[in-house]
C-alpha cells in the first residue's frame, strides 16, 4: 500500500498510513463509473463540512433561533438567516480549500505565514472564544434534559462520557461516522416547525420579499441580529474544518468533494435554522414574552401551542445540538494545541502517541461541563454574550485565512481568485460593520430612541 506522506512531513507516522488506507477507499470508488459507487465516492468524501456547519446550529445558535421566531416572527429573519449562511459557506470554502491544498490545519498555517506573535494572537481569540461556547453548549445541554427531571450533574457527566466514547476507537473515520449520525439528529427541529401549523405561503412571501423590522432598528434587535450572524460564523469553525479535512486525508483531487460537503453542511444547517425559527413564530403571533429564556422554558412555553411531543422535541433538539457542538469545539481546540506544540493533532493517533491531543479535548470539555454544576455561576449571561463575542471575533481571524487563502507559495493554483477575493472581503467588511453597529448601540443607546 503506497503511504501519501502530507506535506511539509517526512517521516510517515501511524495516523499517516490510517489516513493512506481511508484514501484508498476513495481512490477506489473513484475509479468505479458506476451511480452506486459515485453515492458511495460522496459519503466518503463528506463528514468535515456537514459536522462543521451541524456543529455550528449548536445549542446558542438554536436558543438564538428560537428568540428570533418568538420575538420578530418570520418577516424579516428568514431571509436574513440564509444571507448569514451564504456568509458562512464562503468563509468555509476557503478554509477547506487550505486544508486540501497544504495537508495542514489552521493554527500551524497561522504560525507558519505570520509568525510567533500573531499565532499566539490567534490562539488567545480561538482558546477564549472556544471555552465560552463549550459553557453555552454544557448550559444547553442542562436545560434541554432539564425539561425531562434529569439532574444536571448527570446530563453533563453523561455527555462527557459520549465524548470519550467518539474519541475512544482512536480512528477518525470511526469517530466522524459517529458525530455525523450525532449530527443529523438536528433535523429534529423541522417535525417541531411541523407541529407548530405554519404558514407555507407566508413563508414563502417571507423568503422573496425581505420585510422590515417590526419596529426597526433597536439596541435589541441589532443584538439579535449580530448573535444570528454569530450564530453561523465563528473562529472554531476555521480550525475545526481545516483540521478535519486535513485529518481526513483529503487532496486537492478531491476538492469538488470538499466543496460539495461544505455546501451541503451549509443547506442542512440552514434549513434546521430556520425550523428552529419557524417552529417558535406561534409565541410571538401569540404576544408570549420569552425575554432570557433557556431551552427548558421554550419548551414550556411551545407545550400548549405545538403539543407535548413537540415541546419535547424541541428540548431533545437543544441538548443534540449542544452534543455535538462540544464535540466538534472540544475537537477544534485540540487540533489547534497540537499545531502549535507540535505534538499529535490527529484522530487517528494512538493513545500512547496523542495523549496530550486526546487530553486537550476531553479537559476542555470537563472544565466546561463543571462550570455550569457552580451555583450562582452566572450561566444565563454568557449564553446571551457567546454568539456576539464570536462575530466580534471574526474580522480578525477572517483576515488570517484571505491573506493564507491567497498566497501563492501556500496555495499554489488554489489560491484565491478574483470572486474568491470579492467575497471574502466583502464577508469581511460586512462583519466589521455589524461590530461597529453593536458598538453604537452599547456606547449611543439615546440614538436608538
Not at 489516513?19 to 481512490?27: F, G, K, L, T, Y
Not at 476507537?169 to 469517530?175: A, D, E, G, H, I
Not at 420579499?209 to 476555521?238: E, Q, S
Request: hydrophobic share 55%.
Amino acid at each position: 500500500m503506497r503511504v501519501i506522506v502530507p506535506p511539509f512531513q517526512s517521516n510517515p507516522s501511524h495516523e499517516d498510513y490510517d489516513r493512506a488506507r481511508d484514501h484508498q477507499a476513495i481512490n477506489r470508488a473513484r475509479r468505479k463509473p458506476s451511480a452506486w459507487f459515485g453515492t458511495r465516492l460522496l459519503l466518503l468524501l463528506i463528514g468535515p463540512g456537514v459536522v462543521t456547519f451541524l456543529g455550528e446550529n449548536d445549542a446558542p445558535s438554536m436558543l438564538s433561533y428560537a428568540a428570533t421566531g418568538a420575538q420578530f416572527g418570520i418577516g424579516f429573519f428568514l431571509p436574513f438567516v440564509v444571507f448569514t449562511f451564504a456568509i458562512a459557506f464562503v468563509v468555509q470554502e476557503m478554509a477547506a480549500r487550505i486544508g486540501a491544498a497544504t495537508g495542514r490545519g489552521h493554527a500551524e498555517m497561522i504560525f507558519a505565514r505570520f509568525g510567533r506573535f500573531w499565532g499566539g494572537f490567534a490562539m488567545l481569540d480561538l482558546t477564549a472564544g472556544n471555552f465560552l461556547t463549550l459553557v453555552t453548549e454544557f448550559i444547553g445541554i442542562r436545560a434541554g434534559l432539564g425539561f425531562f427531571g434529569v439532574p444536571p450533574i448527570v446530563a453533563v457527566g453523561g455527555s462527557i462520557l459520549v465524548i470519550g466514547f467518539a474519541i475512544s476507537t482512536s480512528r477518525y473515520r470511526t469517530w466522524e461516522r459517529i458525530v455525523m449520525g450525532l449530527a443529523l439528529g438536528n433535523a429534529i427541529f423541522i417535525p417541531v416547525a411541523i407541529l407548530a401549523h405554519p404558514n407555507f405561503t407566508a413563508i414563502g412571501h417571507a423568503m422573496l420579499t425581505w420585510r422590515p423590522l417590526p419596529g426597526g432598528l433597536k439596541p435589541d434587535t441589532i443584538t439579535l441580529m449580530i448573535a444570528d450572524i454569530g450564530a453561523t460564523v465563528t473562529p472554531w469553525m476555521l480550525f475545526f474544518q481545516q483540521g478535519a479535512v486535513a485529518d481526513k486525508g483529503l487532496t486537492p483531487a478531491e476538492l469538488f468533494g470538499t466543496r460539495t460537503d461544505t455546501l451541503i453542511g451549509t443547506i442542512f444547517a440552514a434549513m434546521f435554522g430556520i425550523a428552529a425559527i419557524v417552529a417558535t413564530a406561534p409565541l410571538f403571533a401569540h404576544g408570549i414574552s420569552t425575554e432570557n429564556f433557556q431551552a427548558a422554558q421554550f419548551a414550556e412555553a411551545l407545550q400548549p401551542l405545538i403539543g407535548h411531543l413537540g415541546a419535547a422535541l424541541f428540548a431533545i433538539g437543544i441538548f443534540e445540538a449542544g452534543l455535538v457542538a462540544a464535540i466538534a469545539i472540544s475537537t477544534s481546540s485540540a487540533y489547534a494545541f497540537g499545531e502549535v506544540f507540535g505534538t499529535a493533532h490527529s484522530l487517528n493517533a494512538p493513545l500512547r502517541d496523542g495523549w496530550r491531543f486526546y487530553a486537550v479535548l476531553l479537559g476542555s470539555a470537563c472544565a466546561a461541563g463543571g462550570l455550569t454544576l457552580i451555583p450562582g455561576a452566572p450561566l444565563e449571561e454568557i449564553v446571551i454574550l457567546v454568539n456576539v463575542v464570536a462575530t466580534l471575533a471574526m474580522p480578525p481571524a477572517l483576515l488570517f485565512l484571505i491573506v493564507i487563502a491567497n498566497d501563492a507559495e501556500l496555495m499554489g493554483q488554489y489560491r484565491n481568485g478574483l470572486l474568491g477575493n470579492i467575497a471574502g472581503i466583502g464577508v469581511t467588511m460586512f462583519l466589521v460593520a455589524s461590530g461597529l453597529a453593536f458598538a453604537v448601540t452599547v456606547l449611543f443607546p439615546h440614538l436608538f430612541g
